[in-house]
């Protein structure tokens, strides 16, 4: 028991779930309420306001109750309908599963392909949709947490999407609320996050915005689904302030405590502290000997480290030597690169603090394998 009272508290530096507030964790515990009675209604339309200041967006925004992953299949099941071409910048792990989604609702993804640790340009997404007009449209992973690669261009994206008639849609699921994503000065369509990375918050929720064009096109033809269908959401919103169908209260609660703190911080000074806190990490690194897995500085995500392992290191045993010493969790790589990479999540309540002791759990693990810089 005395070397448990002893030990520090755990830190988990996975790209999600994050760190949270001991705040944010107690709203958690609040007593249940009638998600169809007055208290709700005044939650809802808290959180919301909350949402529409970290979307920064006029236009509504939907807390779902499901992962990011269902987040993605409403924004698609929305939008996409049989036999529509979608065009997917495909750079990582989380495009396919985009592409697995438009699949499953019929559409056809046009993959445009990047290698591994690269990431899309604007002009490289204007061409494609000149060669593959029409295409309905264009699905983003703004920061893919695989590679820790974020697409630096995205507003430039999203006005030759616009220009060329089609939809454009952002999975910001790892970095909305940590980088600035200005929903409607830059006209993303549907943009999609989750509550348990840049927010802070535990998971269960996907938060996604819905922009006036999408909701025009849904009245002439509403969606194939139920559970994600924007009009329900919608309709519920504006009436009376619930939703559809029961949503997960704690996570509401929890939410609605994450967006108190944001607002608090206030965006300019939680992007530069995101902002911060990775060239920390990165500097951290390089110090180390250790590059970054995006070879351009440009693309080097705020919200996701990605680094090659030094030579000889197992990653499995790093991370347990991480987690056992210094009780520091971080997360091996995804897929292909799963035994090449290793990636930190510098999100949420990240603060310099906690990339120190990150760091120095880091070299500390490397230098008992071995490692010398
Ligand atoms: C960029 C991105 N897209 C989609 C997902 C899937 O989200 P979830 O696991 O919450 O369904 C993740 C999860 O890490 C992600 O990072």
Redesign the pocket.
């Known amino acids: 028991m005395a070397s448990e009272a002893r030990k520090p508290k755990t830190l988990l530096m996975i ?2 779930p994050t760190n949270v507030s001991p705040r944010v964790m107690r709203a958690l515990l609040r007593p249940l309420i009638n998600h169809r009675g007055p208290a709700f209604h005044k939650l809802y339309q808290e959180i919301e306001a909350g949402l529409q200041y970290l979307f920064q967006t006029k236009d509504p925004v939907i807390p779902l109750t ?7 299949e409403f924004a698609i099941s929305n939008v996409v309908r049989p036999g529509d071409k979608v065009l997917v910048p495909y750079y990582g792990f ?1 495009c396919e ?1 985009v592409c697995r989604a438009v699949e499953a609702y019929g559409g056809k993804p046009i993959r445009l392909e990047f290698s591994l640790g690269d990431a899309p340009r604007a002009h490289q997404v204007e061409e494609a949709l000149e060669k593959e007009a029409p295409v309905r449209a264009v699905i983003i ?1 703004s ?4 590679t820790g690669v974020r697409v630096p261009e995205l507003k430039d994206m999203a006005k030759v999407t616009r220009e060329h008639g089609s939809f454009f849609i952002a ?1 910001a ?2 970095n909305l609320g940590g980088d600035s994503i200005p929903v409607d000065a830059w006209g993303i369509d549907l943009c999609v996050t ?1 509550t ?2 840049c927010i802070g918050a535990p ?1 269960g929720l ?1 938060l996604v915005s819905i922009s006036e064009r999408v909701l025009e096109a849904l009245k002439k033809e509403p969606p194939r689904t139920l559970y994600f269908s924007a009009l329900e959401y919608l309709r519920y919103m504006k009436e009376r302030w619930e939703t559809p169908y029961t949503p997960s209260l704690p996570i509401f609660f929890a939410l609605h405590e994450a967006l108190k703190a944001v607002m608090e911080e206030g965006l300019e000074a939680r992007f530069r502290r995101h902002r911060e806190c990775a060239s920390t990490f990165y500097r951290g690194l390089e110090k180390m000997g250790i590059r970054a897995f995006p070879k351009v500085e440009d693309f080097r995500s705020n919200t ?1 480290i990605a680094a090659m392992k030094p030579e000889g290191i197992d990653i499995g045993r790093l991370r347990s030597l991480m987690e056992e010493r210094y009780g520091v969790i971080i997360a091996s790589g995804l897929g292909q690169l799963r035994e090449s990479i290793f990636r930190i999540g510098s999100m949420g309540i990240v603060s310099r603090a906690i990339v120190t002791r990150t760091l120095e759990a880091l070299k500390g693990s490397l230098s008992s394998l071995g490692y010398g810089g």
């Open positions: 790209p999600g499901c992962s990011g992953t269902g987040g993605m989380f599963r992973v920061n893919e947490t695989s999975d699921i790892s989750v348990q990375k998971p996907a996701v």
